[in-house]
């Protein structure tokens, strides 16, 4: 079965309201996404989905000189023709078979897969509503990113008021506690939480170090991203549990095979709408190791791009017995969403940085610099009523001021100066 087209389009999916208030000034060019039709010489189609803007590997340019006129079955596991292709092969080539991708990939070791619910840092209150959504959708878990300009302790417990017992938090650092001597005795105080229930790269990966000493004092999972620092030394120095696993399907089920050698968890963070969502499903169905909620944000877009819309169950999703990936692609949806552009910038802005005694740090920098720039800049480990607010372009002279003035060095100020 040879290919006879490839046809790549482009949607601008709006986030959710609530996530658009925080991720609008972060990760707008995460609602671009680069669906893949791909159609057989015998009428069958594929579909798969990239998000261009953070995938493990875009579609390279000339994709379609690589692959028309080539049989799909020979190309199904190159993982560099792009996530989006990918998956669209693997639906070509399953409903040709007549078999859910799944049976494609290895033997069937669950029928629901776990996942959880996704989203960035936020103020108490931005916790509490993302949680309270997440269990409101049938979900038990999210994975949230933890900075160490917010108060945690406040944030979880805003959490605690509007979830159900058994909920439960996975807390991503990004590296931002920068060494062992802050992240231990920070980690040790969110231990009186039971809602917390595992911590992703508190200090950066390759303080080898450092999280062999967290992982020894911490009574909390401890995830690291698979193969930093290399997977050799991860295992020999044993300074993790479990991983992340963010790959093409060659490259995923190596990883995958390694962590079952070695008997560690992970989860599957595949980054996607409603179509990469089912993909995890077949890829989580197979992995014995996969026992740990998948990511694949789907819950921070507000079209999932297929129907009927996937449902998620106490905390699980179900992977299907359909042919291919087992979902339909809304069509409304993609004429909706149709955009002729690739990138979005996000609106100009500073975050200020306040704290109790009454001290603001203006920081012109991104949200993605902030997780170096804040711990350079000497600043507390989740201080007590500290918080960090966006400050939008109002267009006025002293913003613009203001902003000059934070590109070169961080601004403080008291509060009574702001």
């Given at each position: 079965?040879?290919?006879?087209?490839?046809?790549?389009?482009?949607?601008?999916?709006?986030?959710?309201?609530?996530?658009?208030?925080?991720?609008?000034?972060?990760?707008?060019?995460?609602?671009?996404?680069?669906?893949?039709?791909?159609?057989?010489?015998?009428?069958?189609e594929g579909w798969g989905e990239t998000i261009p803007n953070y995938t493990w590997a875009k579609v390279p340019g000339d994709i379609e000189d690589r692959?028309?006129?080539?049989?799909?079955?020979?190309?199904?596991?190159?993982?560099?023709?792009?996530?989006?292709?990918?998956?669209?092969?693997?639906?070509?080539?399953a409903k040709a078979q007549g078999v859910p991708i799944y049976r494609l990939l290895g033997t069937k070791v669950r029928d629901?897969?776990?996942?959880?619910?996704?989203?960035?840092?936020?103020?108490?209150?931005?916790?509490?509503?993302?949680?309270?959504?997440?269990?409101?959708?049938?979900?038990?878990?999210?994975?949230?990113?933890a900075r160490p300009w917010f108060d945690l302790h406040a944030a979880i417990q805003a959490v605690q008021k509007v979830v159900p017992p058994g909920f439960h938090l996975d807390l991503d650092y990004n590296g931002t506690l920068a060494n062992s001597a802050n992240a231990i005795p920070h980690l040790r105080e969110l231990e009186a939480y039971p809602e917390v229930a595992m911590i992703e790269t508190p200090i950066p990966q390759n303080d080898?170090?450092?999280?062999?000493?967290?992982?020894?004092?911490?009574a909390r999972p401890i995830a690291m991203h698979y193969n930093n620092p290399p997977i050799e030394t991860t295992m020999k120095e044993d300074v993790t549990d479990g991983f992340v696993i963010c790959a093409g399907a060659s490259r995923l089920l190596k990883q995958a095979?390694?962590?079952?050698?070695?008997?560690?968890?992970?989860?599957?963070?595949?980054?996607?709408?409603?179509?990469?969502?089912?993909?995890?499903?077949?890829?989580?169905?197979?992995?014995?190791?996969?026992?740990?909620?998948?990511?694949?944000?789907?819950n921070i877009w507000e079209h999932q791009l297929v129907k009927p819309a996937i449902e998620v169950r106490g905390g699980f999703y179900r992977v299907t017995e359909t042919p291919g990936l087992g979902v339909e692609i809304d069509?409304?949806?993609?004429?909706?969403?149709?955009?002729?552009?690739?990138?979005?910038?996000?609106?100009?802005?500073?975050y200020a940085y306040r704290r109790k005694s009454g001290e603001v740090t203006y920081y012109a920098c991104t949200k993605q610099d902030m997780h170096h720039v804040y711990p350079e800049d000497a600043q507390p480990i989740s201080e007590?009523?500290?918080?960090?607010?966006?400050?939008?372009?109002?267009?006025?002279?002293?913003?613009?001021?203001?902003?000059?003035?934070?590109?070169?060095?961080?601004?403080?100020?008291?509060?009574?100066?702001?």
């Amino acid at each position: 079965m040879k290919i006879k087209t490839i046809e790549l389009i482009n949607l601008d999916v709006p986030f959710t309201p609530h996530s658009q208030k925080h991720l609008g000034y972060w990760l707008p060019h995460w609602r671009i996404h680069q669906i893949c039709h791909i159609t057989l010489e015998n009428g069958i189609e594929g579909w798969g989905e990239t998000i261009p803007n953070y995938t493990w590997a875009k579609v390279p340019g000339d994709i379609e000189d690589r692959i028309v006129g080539r049989p799909a079955a020979e190309l199904m596991w190159d993982d560099s023709l792009g996530a989006g292709v990918q998956m669209a092969l693997f639906d070509a080539i399953a409903k040709a078979q007549g078999v859910p991708i799944y049976r494609l990939l290895g033997t069937k070791v669950r029928d629901w897969c776990p996942i959880s619910w996704w989203n960035m840092d936020m103020p108490p209150e931005g916790w509490a509503e993302e949680c309270r959504q997440a269990a409101q959708a049938g979900y038990t878990s999210s994975k949230l990113k933890a900075r160490p300009w917010f108060d945690l302790h406040a944030a979880i417990q805003a959490v605690q008021k509007v979830v159900p017992p058994g909920f439960h938090l996975d807390l991503d650092y990004n590296g931002t506690l920068a060494n062992s001597a802050n992240a231990i005795p920070h980690l040790r105080e969110l231990e009186a939480y039971p809602e917390v229930a595992m911590i992703e790269t508190p200090i950066p990966q390759n303080d080898v170090a450092g999280n062999k000493q967290i992982r020894n004092l911490i009574a909390r999972p401890i995830a690291m991203h698979y193969n930093n620092p290399p997977i050799e030394t991860t295992m020999k120095e044993d300074v993790t549990d479990g991983f992340v696993i963010c790959a093409g399907a060659s490259r995923l089920l190596k990883q995958a095979s390694v962590c079952e050698q070695w008997n560690k968890p992970f989860w599957l963070q595949l980054v996607g709408s409603g179509i990469t969502t089912a993909w995890a499903a077949h890829l989580g169905a197979v992995l014995p190791q996969a026992k740990w909620p998948a990511i694949t944000c789907m819950n921070i877009w507000e079209h999932q791009l297929v129907k009927p819309a996937i449902e998620v169950r106490g905390g699980f999703y179900r992977v299907t017995e359909t042919p291919g990936l087992g979902v339909e692609i809304d069509p409304a949806a993609l004429e909706q969403y149709a955009a002729d552009y690739t990138w979005i910038d996000p609106p100009r802005h500073l975050y200020a940085y306040r704290r109790k005694s009454g001290e603001v740090t203006y920081y012109a920098c991104t949200k993605q610099d902030m997780h170096h720039v804040y711990p350079e800049d000497a600043q507390p480990i989740s201080e007590p009523d500290s918080s960090l607010d966006v400050i939008e372009d109002d267009g006025t002279e002293a913003f613009d001021k203001l902003y000059s003035e934070s590109q070169k060095s961080p601004v403080r100020k008291k509060t009574r100066e702001a």
